[in-house]
C-alpha cells in the first residue's frame, strides 16, 4: 500500500499547524509515554500503516500487534507506540480517527465480500472512486484490506464508456465503429461498456469489449441476462452497479455477476478504536 510522505505531513498540519497548546502549557511534553490503540468492536483493520507512519513522522517509535485485513475481536490490542507525551498526544486523534474511518471502511467491504461470496465464491467486490474527496489513498487502502478491489482508480487508467459518451455519436454505427476502434487501440486493457438493456449489450459485446457493466438492474432481470451473454460470449466478464449495499449483495451474486460495484461501504459510521496513553517508567 503506497502512502506518499506528502499526505502523512498534510494530516498532521490539519490538526496541528503550530504546536499542541495543552501538553506544551501543561509542561508534560518531555514526558517518556506510551500509546496503545485498541478494538472496541469486532472488526476487519484497515489504517495501519498510515497511523505508523504519522506517528514515526512525529518522533515515535511504533509496534504493530495486527495487520490489515486482519478480523479481530472486541478489545484487541492492535498497535502500540512510545515516545514522549508531545509526540504521542501529537499524533493521536489524527492516528486513531484516520483509523476510524479505514476500519468502518475495510470492515463494511469485508461484510459485502463474506456475504457476496457465500453464493459466488468468485464474486468480486469492486468499490467506485465515489469516496470523500482527498481521501481516495486512506479509501482504497481499506477496501482492499476487507477484500474488496477499486473499481476505477480514475480516468487515466480504464476505460469506461456512459452514455454521456455516447450522446455525442450521432446513431448507433458511428458509435459501435468508433467502439471498435478503441478495442483495437487498447488490446492490453479490458474496455468496460454500461448498458441498460440486453440488447444493447449483446451489440456491445460484439465489438470485443471486456466488460458489460449493467446500471441499476434488477436481480431478477440479470438472472434471465447473465446466463444469455455468458453462454453466447464465455470471456465476457458482467458487472452490476446502482444501489449495490450490504443487504441486496446476496441476489446480486446469486445471478451469476462476476463483479459487483458498489460506494456503499463509504456511507457508514467509522468504526470506534480505543486509545489510551500513560507514563511511561
Known amino acids: 500500500m503506497f502512502i506518499s510522505n506528502t499526505l502523512i505531513d498534510q494530516l498532521i498540519r490539519e490538526d496541528m ?19 496503545e490503540f485498541s478494538a472496541r468492536y469486532a472488526c476487519t483493520l484497515a489504517g495501519l500503516d498510515e497511523a505508523t507512519a504519522i ?22 490490542p492492535i498497535l502500540q507506540a512510545f515516545g514522549s507525551a508531545g509526540v504521542l498526544h501529537a499524533g493521536w486523534k489524527v492516528a486513531q480517527n484516520l483509523m476510524e474511518h479505514a476500519v468502518g471502511i475495510a470492515t463494511r467491504t469485508h461484510e459485502m465480500v ?17 469516496c470523500v474527496p482527498g481521501a481516495k489513498t486512506l479509501s482504497m487502502n481499506a477496501v482492499q484490506a476487507g477484500g474488496g478491489t477499486p473499481h476505477r482508480l ?19 454505427a458511428s458509435l459501435f465503429k468508433a467502439l471498435k476502434s478503441a478495442v483495437d487501440m ?3 486493457r479490458k474496455l468496460v461498456v454500461e448498458c441498460e438493456d440486453l440488447a444493447y449489450a ?8 471486456g466488460v458489460i457493466q449493467f446500471d441499476k438492474i434488477s436481480p431478477a432481470q440479470l438472472q434471465d441476462w447473465v446466463p444469455q451473454l455468458k453462454a453466447r460470449f464465455p470471456h465476457l466478464a458482467i458487472a452490476a452497479a446502482g444501489g449495490i449495499n450490504i443487504e441486496s449483495i446476496s ?7 462476476d463483479v459487483a ?3 456503499f461501504v463509504y456511507t457508514g459510521n467509522p468504526m470506534d478504536i480505543a486509545v489510551k496513553i500513560k507514563r511511561r517508567n
Not at 499547524?17 to 500509546?35: C, K, R
Not at 518522533?59 to 479481530?72: K, Q
Open 17 to 35: 499547524p503550530y504546536s499542541d497548546l495543552t501538553t506544551d502549557v501543561m509542561g508534560i511534553a518531555n514526558e517518556p509515554a506510551m500509546m
Open 55 to 76: 506517528l514515526r513522522q512525529l518522533g515515535a517509535t511504533v509496534e504493530c500487534l495486527a495487520d490489515n485485513g486482519m478480523t479481530v475481536a472486541a478489545g484487541t
Open 114 to 130: 463474506s456475504r457476496g461470496r457465500q453464493i459466488n465464491p468468485n464474486l468480486v467486490i469492486a468499490c467506485t472512486r465515489k
Open 154 to 172: 480514475g480516468l487515466s487508467e480504464s476505460f469506461l464508456l456512459f452514455e454521456n459518451h455516447s450522446t455525442f455519436f450521432n446513431d448507433e
Open 186 to 188: 487498447q488490446p492490453e
Open 202 to 209: 449483446i451489440k456491445v459485446a460484439e465489438c470485443g469489449v
Open 251 to 257: 441476489k446480486y451474486a446469486a445471478t451469476g455477476i
Open 261 to 263: 460495484v458498489t460506494s
